[in-house]
Each structure stands twice: as structure tokens, then as C-alpha cells.
């Protein structure tokens, strides 16, 4: 998986509560990105980011923040979780120059 | 924005029987063009991409795929499947900037 984790890889939570997925990279690539996958729908991008601090919205943000303190992190947060966000979250990273994209094992969150 | 439409939600075939699963995406601008593959509970693999050049990409596991810019197709094709083939399909897009935009997936499904 080109050097990215992601943690947790299974997660289980209540409506309402606040819930943090990291990913990390050793591969030291500029961009990192957060999709998440649903049937029927792909991957949609929740964020990305473009460097440190540097982040931007996708197509579906609304209840997901995102920070990136260092290169290698890149972390997304559902403020109050709702049932609607049950998903299977994505990683990705990108080195800017050959436009692809290198995906984590993936998160798969359940909100109860 | 862009979109991309995979013709086909699932396509089943028997094994070593010729396969194309198809693309076709809406920007008529210059695109990148990429197809994924995931298999069950992993995260997605690159198969190929197109950047420019020559219209015919040939990719990992003997797939390959033509970039139709008059129909604004990438379609996916292979001349015969193995039962390992057998996972879900992405085609993506990019309008030669950093983010992709993704198909809903073709399942594969190659049958003894």
C-alpha cells in the first residue's frame, strides 16, 4: 500500500460522538487525501490536502474537518458522528507530478 | 464539474472469456484518465492511466484500455479473465489538476 496507514482500520460508535481516523505516510508525497466509499456512489473526496496546514474541501465536506500538522499525517475528524457517516474511509497520497494516487487499506466506520 | 458513468453495475463472465467493462466521462477539457481496481476489503490498486500519447494504455494483469476522445470514452477491456480478476472496477478522471473524480464501479464477477 506505497507506505500509508491508516488507524483505526475498524470502528464502532454512538450518534453524537466525536471520532478522529488517522493516516500516515513514509512516503513523504505533497498531497493526501480523505474519500469515503459507499455502494453506488465510488469514492467521493471528503478533503485533501496540499501541504502542511494547506487544506481544501471536496465534494462531500459537510460534518468532517481535517487538519495536517506534518507531512507525513493527515487526520479527519467527524465532530458528532451520525449514522450517515457510516462508511469505509480512504486514504490516498500523491506526489503532485505523475497525478496518481496510492490508497490505504481503508477505516470502516459504523455509527450506531 | 465533472462526472464519470460506468455503464454497468455488474458484468459477469466465464473464465478465459474476453471482457470490457466501459467509461465515459463528461469534461471536455483535457483529461487525465485512470482505472482502479479493489479487491474484497483491500484499498484500490492503480491498473493503468492515460496522460497523452498514444490512445491505447496497456496496464498490470493483462488489461489494458483506449482513450476515445470523441466519445469521451475509457473503456476497459481484456482478452481473457481469470477467475483472480474477479473485484470491483473504478474508472477516474482528472482535469490535469490534483483531484480525481471517481465512477460508482463495475463489479466483475468471472465464473468456473
Known amino acids: 500500500d506505497a507506505g500509508i496507514t491508516q488507524s483505526p482500520r475498524h470502528k464502532v460508535t454512538e450518534t453524537g460522538t466525536p471520532v478522529t481516523l488517522r493516516c500516515h505516510q513514509t512516503?513523504?508525497?505533497?498531497?493526501m487525501y480523505w474519500y469515503r466509499q459507499d455502494p453506488g456512489h465510488g469514492l467521493r473526496l471528503i478533503h485533501y490536502?496540499?501541504?502542511?496546514?494547506?487544506?481544501d474541501k471536496g465534494e462531500v465536506s459537510d460534518g468532517y474537518s481535517v487538519s495536517r500538522s506534518k507531512t507525513e499525517d493527515f487526520l479527519l475528524t467527524l465532530e458528532s458522528a451520525t449514522s450517515s457517516q457510516t462508511s469505509v474511509y480512504f486514504c490516498a497520497i500523491g506526489s503532485g507530478t505523475d497525478y496518481e494516487q496510492y490508497f490505504g487499506p481503508g477505516t470502516r466506520l459504523t455509527v450506531t | 464539474a465533472q462526472s464519470v458513468t460506468q455503464l454497468d453495475s455488474q458484468v459477469p463472465v466465464f473464465e478465459e472469456a474476453p471482457v470490457e467493462l466501459r467509461c465515459n466521462y463528461s469534461s471536455s477539457v483535457s483529461v487525465y484518465l485512470f482505472w482502479y481496481v479493489q479487491y474484497p476489503n483491500q484499498g484500490l490498486q492503480l491498473l493503468l492511466k492515460y496522460l497523452s500519447g498514444s490512445t491505447l494504455v496497456k496496464g498490470i494483469n493483462g488489461f489494458e484500455a483506449e482513450f476515445n476522445k470523441s466519445q469521451t470514452s475509457f473503456h476497459l477491456r481484456k482478452p481473457s479473465v481469470h477467475i483472480s480478476d474477479t473485484a470491483e472496477y473504478f474508472c477516474?478522471?482528472?482535469?490535469?489538476?490534483?483531484?480525481?473524480?471517481f465512477g460508482a464501479g463495475t463489479i466483475l464477477r468471472v465464473k468456473s
Open positions: 512516503e513523504n508525497h505533497r498531497y
Open positions: 477516474a478522471v482528472s482535469d490535469r489538476g490534483n483531484k480525481l473524480v
Open positions: 490536502s496540499y501541504g502542511v496546514k494547506d487544506t
